[in-house]
């Protein structure tokens, strides 16, 4: 697994980093950060958050790609209303080239779109995850590429994990999530030794600031205490029926109602990352003021 991890590492960053010539001809030399998003278990809200995060990114003037790495079970396409003509299993298949199903959608940013109900993909070979990365040449003129990953440990979720700079953890205050979320912790402590991506933590659904803050320290401290690795805390946030409402919508919510508590938790996210803001309103600015002193 170590040595697969680092050879997919190093391959994915060597063709987004190297000098790729453009349309006008010049070499980009951009240097590429790669965001996974991911969970111990479904259900806790993993792709809204990428979904959001992407336009976020994007409006603080980001040039983002977010990929759908559920491979098997991917649903961001439905979050944004879109039904693409191919995926990631065509690539995979070698039928299209990445730059084939490269989507551009109306929220700034692009996507490149995932399978649904084919169970091979969730469980690549070698062989396959080395070709998956030789792809990924066609992504360097993004700043960001966010990689909504499947939920657990297949082997695809982990290859993703290992290729990338952050890594994203995603949980809810519900014990089970905890739990999960603990466990790909573990696996990504301890068996990605030489590849560590940097871990950070984001508490979705929370009632109140100090509930994520207090399920936020419980995992840092198990972590601390049983894995001697140090997890950054992101943020949270809030539990909000505009997100359930947005998902039948399938208009993301920070396009739906930007200033929704979830909206904002997510703006502030971002902001804190990029050190940058997005309270272009006195009210934003009172509720980002609000965030710090509690943080």
């Known amino acids: 697994m170590e040595d697969q991890a680092s050879e997919l590492k190093a391959m994915m960053h060597h063709r987004l980093e190297s000098g790729v ?26 792709s809204n958050i990428a979904v959001n ?11 983002v790609i977010l990929i759908d790495g559920d491979l098997g079970m991917a649903n961001v396409n439905v979050l944004l209303g879109v039904s693409p003509k191919a995926n990631l299993l065509d690539v995979i298949n070698n039928r299209r080239s990445m730059a084939d199903i ?14 649904n109900g084919f169970s091979h993909i969730a469980n690549l070979s070698e062989e396959e995850m080395t070709n998956f990365a030789n792809k990924f040449s066609t992504l360097s003129t993004a700043d960001i590429v966010i990689i909504d990953t499947g939920a657990g440990i297949a ?23 905890i739990t999960d979320a603990y466990g790909i912790i573990k696996i990504i402590a301890t068996e990605m030794l030489e590849n560590r991506p940097n871990l950070k933590l984001i508490v979705n659904r929370v009632h109140s600031s100090a509930e994520g803050k207090r399920v936020a320290e419980r995992i840092i401290t198990i972590v601390g205490q049983f894995l001697n690795y140090q997890i950054d805390y992101l943020g949270f946030v809030y539990d909000d029926v505009t997100v359930s409402a947005s998902v039948l919508r399938q208009k993301p919510f920070l396009i739906a109602k ?14 804190r990352i990029e050190k940058t803001s997005f309270d272009s309103q006195e009210g934003f600015s009172r509720f980002f003021r609000k965030f710090n002193r509690k943080w």
């Open 53 to 63: 995060m992407a336009i976020a990114y994007a409006q603080v003037g980001k040039r």
């Open 155 to 177: 082997s695809s979720v982990l290859g993703l994990l290992s290729a990338a700079d952050d890594v994203y953890v995603v949980t809810t205050p519900e014990p089970t999530s």
């Open 258 to 271: 930007p200033d929704a508590k979830c909206s904002v938790c997510i703006k502030h996210i971002v902001g």
């Open 102 to 115: 490269v989507t551009d959608t109306e929220y700034g940013f692009q996507f490149i779109p995932g399978a």
């Open 21 to 46: 010539y453009q349309a006008n001809g010049k070499v980009n030399a951009n240097k590429t950060r790669i965001i996974a998003i991911t969970s111990g278990k479904g259900g806790v809200g993993k």
